[in-house]
């Protein structure tokens, strides 16, 4: 070996100890502005402040924006909050807010489809108006309040809005980025949540304590994602715009809405200068960055929906299936109790139809059932059931995800239903066993399915839609029903280095 190889050697692997090694694994910080005041004109240009202040240190953040909000800006002829905004990455944050009813209101007792389409049909002219107003279709989504439902998320795909941007308590997989009806969500961050205070004294003090915490936390854990989120008015309001008018579900004609108070000038000059050294000091940290939504979906892409499956692939996700339904986390991707109904219904189609399993399997986005599943009344529960019957099902089912681009609610075998849980573990144990024989067996005998992903959905409670707007004492079970059954499509969501 020469020197100059063994100098080459020393270099790379100086190169690979940095960059391999995780000896500084990343932080990413996404700062996201909830832009909803449409009544008080100074928020226009706090709005403003903040969009330029960023810009002029190099920051991009996410502008989470009203409908009213932005028509308001337009009929102000406030192009220059909206030309300094268009420097940021552009969100959605609903049509009209607060006005009554509000989502999880409207929607409490709604099922899957029909709240589907109530949300689409409420939100759509605010989405057409963002498109006008900002030229951009909004990138992400984030709820008013805690009016979390999971209905709106078929809705936004079909609104062309692919991320949930907010923090809320109602699903979530260890306080970081995960996948759930079928698009990334950055929502239950909690510990990774950083906010400083805006009241002047030590906040900014603290506040950086509480930033370089968390971030050296995250580190230790390999990295990943801060949410800092804020809203223009929280900089000149002493009491929220919408909390003035709609609290616990008052619904006051537009004549006699109130401005909320403002802070003393001085105040909300100190608030700025904290934040703008907060952010100065933030974006110092060795290691940090400041993300985008845009930048988030980039970082955290899904890389289950472009790979490739294999049958040896198709295997061990047909054991853990049988143990476990819910998110299994492989080498360098994650599938959703969804993603693995859906391959192994095809790749069991696949043996029905032509005897092998398909050479190319790629996932299907599939939401989760739309209902939860009630055994058929009459007949007898049988424990096993005839091959010819069980292929059946299986292409019945492979055509139904196909059309309706869901699991099921209920999967038939002749006059019998079996729940999608009892239907997978059933599938994924006589799949494993025909792989091991080389041939269907004569009877596919019943499993029952262990659907454990709902257990990082939260329970219903007062307390979980804690939102002073809903009317006293609200809350949903209905909503969180729903929420459990789309459980199916939860996964968590990889960093991709
Ligand atoms: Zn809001």
């Not at 020197?3 to 996201?32: E, K």
């Not at 607060?98 to 209101?105: G, H, N, R």
């Not at 906010?195 to 900014?204: H, V």
């Not at 009630?374 to 059946?392: D, E, I, K, L, V």
């Amino acid at each position: 070996m020469t020197i100059v190889t063994r100098a080459l050697l020393i270099v790379l692997a100086l190169a690979s100890g940095l960059n391999g090694q995780n000896t500084n694994p990343p932080v990413y910080v996404t700062l996201w502005f909830d832009t909803e005041d449409y009544l008080l004109p100074q928020d226009d240009d706090a709005t403003k402040r903040l969009a330029e202040m960023l810009t002029r240190l190099g920051v991009r953040a996410t502008f989470k924006i009203v409908g009213e909000k932005a028509r308001v800006l337009e009929s102000r002829g406030r192009r220059d909050v909206i030309a300094a905004l268009k420097r940021h990455d552009i969100g959605y944050h609903t049509n009209t807010h607060s006005q009554q009813p509000t989502i999880a209101v409207y929607l409490q007792n709604a099922g899957w489809e029909d709240g589907r389409a109530e949300f689409y049909r409420r939100e759509v002219q605010g989405v057409r108006d963002m498109k006008r107003i900002f030229g951009v279709t909004p990138v992400t989504y984030g709820q008013p309040g805690s009016a979390w439902a999971p209905q709106t998320y078929p809705a936004l795909r079909d609104l062309g809005i692919g991320m949930y941007l907010d923090e809320a308590d109602h699903v979530g997989i260890d306080d970081q980025p995960f996948y759930y009806g079928g698009m990334l969500n950055v929502l239950k961050m909690r510990s990774n949540l950083a906010r400083m205070d805006l009241s002047g004294g030590a906040s900014l003090a603290n506040g950086k304590a509480a930033f370089t915490k968390t971030s050296e936390q995250l580190r230790s854990k390999g990295g990943g994602t801060i949410s800092i989120y804020y809203h223009p008015n929280e900089w000149i309001q002493t009491e929220f715009w919408d909390g003035v008018n709609f609290r616990r579900g008052a619904n006051p004609p537009r004549a006699e809405w109130k401005l909320p108070g403002t802070r003393p000038a001085a105040e909300t000059e100190k608030a700025f200068q904290d934040f703008e050294q907060y952010v100065r000091f933030i974006k110092d940290q060795p290691g940090v960055k400041f993300v985008t939504a845009t930048e988030l979906k980039a970082l955290y892409a899904d890389t289950a929906m472009t790979r490739t499956f294999r049958q040896e692939d198709l295997v061990q996700i047909a054991r853990f299936v049988q143990k476990d339904i819910t998110f299994q986390t492989l080498d360098g991707y994650a599938l959703s109790a969804a993603d693995v109904f859906g391959l192994l219904t095809e790749a069991m189609a696949g043996v029905i139809e032509r005897n092998a399993v398909p050479s190319a399997m790629k996932v299907t986005a599939l939401d989760g059932p739309a209902r939860v599943y009630t055994p058929p009344t009459g007949g007898t529960r049988s424990t096993s059931f005839r091959w010819t019957a069980f292929a059946q099902a299986v292409r019945e089912t492979s055509a139904y995800c196909r059309s309706t681009r869901r699991v099921p609610d209920e999967i038939w075998v002749g006059s019998e239903s079996l729940s999608p849980a009892d239907y997978l573990a059933t599938l994924a144990h006589t799949f494993d066993g025909m792989i091991a024989s080389g041939k269907p067996p004569a009877e596919v005998i019943r499993r029952e399915g262990h659907y454990t992903a709902d257990r990082h959905v939260a329970q219903d409670s007062p307390a979980l839609w804690g939102w002073v707007i809903f009317p006293e004492g609200f809350h949903a079970p209905r909503i969180m029903e729903l929420a459990r059954l789309q459980a199916w499509t939860l996964k968590p969501a990889l960093l991709q280095r």
